[in-house]
Each structure stands twice: as structure tokens, then as C-alpha cells.
């Protein structure tokens, strides 16, 4: 019944007619569209059929069995706005639109899996971090379309094929010495790209980038200017070596962790009053107590 609410346990046996029948699926769509379902729990991690809890729009709570690995299929829990977090057990894949359009904040990806499906995360607006571990090596298409509020990601040395459009409309994203030929579709916005060599570039970069910044080490930058066909899209688009720091004014001491040089030299420009200029300080010794 779609009226059916509150909580859900998947046992591990159900017993019908004294007829004991070990559960090992959950049917796809068998429980789509349950207006008032709030919670799941999985006594044994067994195999989700697609769709199995798709637009459920106060699910709130899904807990699987331990870490045991398992198979959720495509769709699973799309369009459950009100799953804030879920705790993935070691399954291998994470399938397509398994996540598109939930409430989701933060995601821990288990390093058992290998790959991120297309549109996995598609419109999950609410989604702010994402730790992608180094066992994924496919990212495909779309997968995190639209994570409007996603401030930051750093792809994996173990990345080997980015789809198109995989980070488009994201907020910033760190992209290690990978084959990223297209990383004319990583994003609209800040690019940090570790990488010693420039990435080779597809022949629709210069049309189709929508990245607004593009960060290089300096070693690269300079590599990046005199190129034949970075040096095209260099003079075009914002690309850089250094990263614009501003200072709270509320702040006495913050702490700089980057991955490129950051540029200190105008931070004491037109301090308000009251504001004590930058001052640098190295640590000579720690108290551990």
C-alpha cells in the first residue's frame, strides 16, 4: 500500500504458511512512492533491485547490516529529498541515479568501489562533500550534474575515464596528474590541477569550457603560456598560478593549507581601521600537552 509508513526492517527470514524462506532480494519499485516511510534497516545486507525505494519523500534513515558487500541497483533511492546521509556498506559500484535528487550533505564513498555511475548524484543540491576514494578509477557521465553546493572535491590519482559534464555547475575541484582529456567539461567554476604536464585537450575545448578559473603550478603556468593550444584558451579564460587570499577582519591568525602558491601581496591593502597588517610566522616547536 503507498499509505504504508513509518519504519521498514528487511529481516533476514520470513516465515508464510510455516513455510520459513530465506530473503536474499528486495524486488525493484517494491516500495516506490511511500509517502510516509521514514526509516530502513537491512538485519542482512541482500541484493536492492532498481528502484526498490525511489521517491520516498521522508525517508530519513536507511542502515544497512555491518559492511558486508552487496548490489543496489540503478534509481534505488532517487527522489528522497529528506536523506540527509547514508552510510554505504563495500559494494562495487555505485549505479546509476542511485542518489539523483536527495538531501543528501556529505558522502563517503567505501573504498571497495570502482566505479560512479551516470547521474549517481544527479541534482543533489544539498550535497557539500564528496570523498572519493582512491580504488575508483570510472567516473561517468553526469554523475554529479548540477550538485549546485558541492564545494569542493579532489579526484583520485587512480582515475583513469571521466565522463563529460561529470562536475558541471560544482564548486571547486582538485584534479591529480590523470589522462584528463576532457577536462574541458570538469566544471563552471574553480579548477586546481596538479598535474606536471598539461593535459591533452579534446578539439571542442575551446567552445565547450565553461570553467571560469583554471589554477596551474607555476612550473606549468609557464608551460601553459607559450603553448600552441593552451596558450589559445590561456588568453581567453582566467588561468593562473597563484590563489587571491582574503583575511577576515574578524580574524587574528588563520592557517593556509594549499596545493599551489598563494598570493599574500595585497592582503594588508586597505585594511579597515582597527586591523593589524599581516603578519607571517613559522613554528619553531610544538606543545604536545
Not at 510455516?18 to 538485519?43: C, I, P, R
Not at 562533500?129 to 575508483?136: A, D, E, M
Request: glycine content about 6%; aromatic content about 10%.
Amino acid at each position: 500500500s503507498k499509505s504504508t509508513g513509518g519504519s521498514i526492517v528487511i529481516p533476514v527470514r520470513v516465515t508464510n504458511s510455516n513455510v520459513t524462506y530465506v530473503v536474499k532480494w528486495v524486488a525493484s519499485n517494491a516500495f516506490v512512492g511511500l509517502q510516509h516511510l521514514e526509516s530502513v534497516k537491512f538485519q542482512k545486507n541482500i541484493e536492492i533491485a532498481t528502484g526498490c525505494f525511489r521517491d520516498c519523500p521522508n525517508l530519513g534513515r536507511v542502515e544497512f547490516h555491518d559492511d558486508e558487500g552487496i548490489n543496489i541497483g540503478r534509481g534505488s533511492f532517487q527522489d528522497c529529498p529528506s536523506l540527509p546521509h547514508i552510510k554505504l556498506p563495500n559494494i562495487a559500484t555505485i549505479s546509476d541515479n542511485l542518489f539523483g535528487g536527495t538531501g543528501l550533505s556529505e558522502v563517503l564513498i567505501p573504498n571497495s568501489v570502482g566505479s560512479i555511475g551516470t547521474l549517481a548524484f544527479l541534482n543533489c543540491t544539498d550535497l557539500k562533500y564528496v570523498l572519493i576514494p582512491n580504488s575508483v578509477t570510472n567516473i561517468k557521465e553526469r554523475a554529479f550534474w548540477e550538485c549546485t553546493n558541492l564545494e569542493h572535491v579532489t579526484l583520485p590519482s587512480s582515475l583513469t575515464a571521466l565522463g563529460n559534464r561529470t562536475f558541471n555547475r560544482c564548486s571547486e575541484l582538485t584534479v591529480p596528474n590523470i589522462n584528463a582529456n576532457n577536462i574541458d567539461y570538469l566544471a563552471n567554476s574553480l579548477v586546481y590541477y596538479l598535474g606536471s604536464e598539461l593535459p591533452s585537450v579534446s578539439s571542442s575545448f575551446y567552445t565547450n569550457s565553461v570553467m571560469s578559473r583554471l589554477y596551474l603550478k607555476s612550473s606549468l603556468y609557464e608551460k601553459c603560456k607559450s603553448s600552441t593550444d593552451w596558450g589559445k584558451w590561456y588568453s581567453k579564460y582566467h588561468v593562473t598560478d597563484s590563489i587571491p587570499v582574503t583575511i577576515p577582519p574578524d580574524r587574528s591568525y588563520i592557517t593556509l593549507c594549499r596545493d599551489f602558491d598563494v598570493d599574500l601581496r595585497h592582503v594588508n591593502d586597505n585594511l579597515p581601521s582597527g586591523v593589524s597588517p599581516l603578519k607571517a610566522y613559522i613554528v619553531s616547536g610544538i606543545d604536545e600537552n
